[in-house]
C-alpha cells in the first residue's frame, strides 16, 4: 500500500484541482465553493483540507456518480435493462413509413408530365 497524505495543504490541493499553471486561481475559486457550494472546510485542529473529501465533493459535483459505468448512484436510470418499463406482450405496430426517394431513371408519372409540356 502506497503512503499517501490525507490532509494536504492549499497549495497541493490548488495544484492538484487546477493544474500547475492555473494554480494561482484557487483562493478566489474555493472562497466561491465554501460559501456557496458546500466546499469542504480546513480541518480547524489539522489545518488542511481531508483531501477524500475534496475528490468525492468534486465527484459528486461533477456528477461523476452518474457517468462511471459499474457504479450504482442509487437513482434507477430508464435504460436499465430488466427495470422501469416492462416489456408489451402486444404485438410489435408498424411505427414508420418507408418512402421511395425513386431512381435516377424517370418515372411513367415524371415522363407523362415532361411530354405534356
Given at each position: 500500500m502506497s503512503e499517501q497524505a490525507l490532509y494536504l495543504s492549499e497549495?497541493?490541493?490548488?495544484?492538484?484541482?487546477?493544474?500547475?499553471?492555473?494554480?494561482?486561481a484557487w483562493?478566489?475559486?474555493?472562497?466561491?465553493l465554501e460559501r456557496d457550494r458546500?466546499?469542504?472546510p480546513?480541518?480547524?485542529?489539522?489545518?488542511?483540507?481531508?483531501w477524500p473529501g475534496v475528490v468525492k465533493?468534486?465527484?459528486?459535483?461533477?456528477?461523476?456518480?452518474?457517468?462511471s459505468p459499474g457504479r450504482h448512484s442509487g437513482k434507477e436510470l430508464p435504460c436499465q435493462p430488466?427495470?422501469?418499463r416492462r416489456a408489451s406482450s402486444a404485438k410489435?405496430?408498424?411505427?414508420?413509413?418507408?418512402?421511395?426517394?425513386g431512381s435516377r431513371a424517370q418515372t411513367s408519372?415524371?415522363?407523362?408530365?415532361?411530354?405534356?409540356?
Open positions: 497549495g497541493e490541493i490548488a495544484r492538484r484541482v487546477l493544474g500547475k499553471a492555473h494554480a494561482e483562493p478566489d475559486i474555493v472562497r466561491v458546500g466546499f469542504p480546513i480541518n480547524s485542529v489539522i489545518g488542511m483540507r481531508y465533493w468534486f465527484e459528486q459535483y461533477e456528477k461523476v456518480d452518474s457517468l430488466g427495470r422501469g410489435p405496430t408498424k411505427t414508420a413509413q418507408i418512402v421511395s426517394l408519372e415524371s415522363s407523362d408530365t415532361n411530354q405534356a409540356s
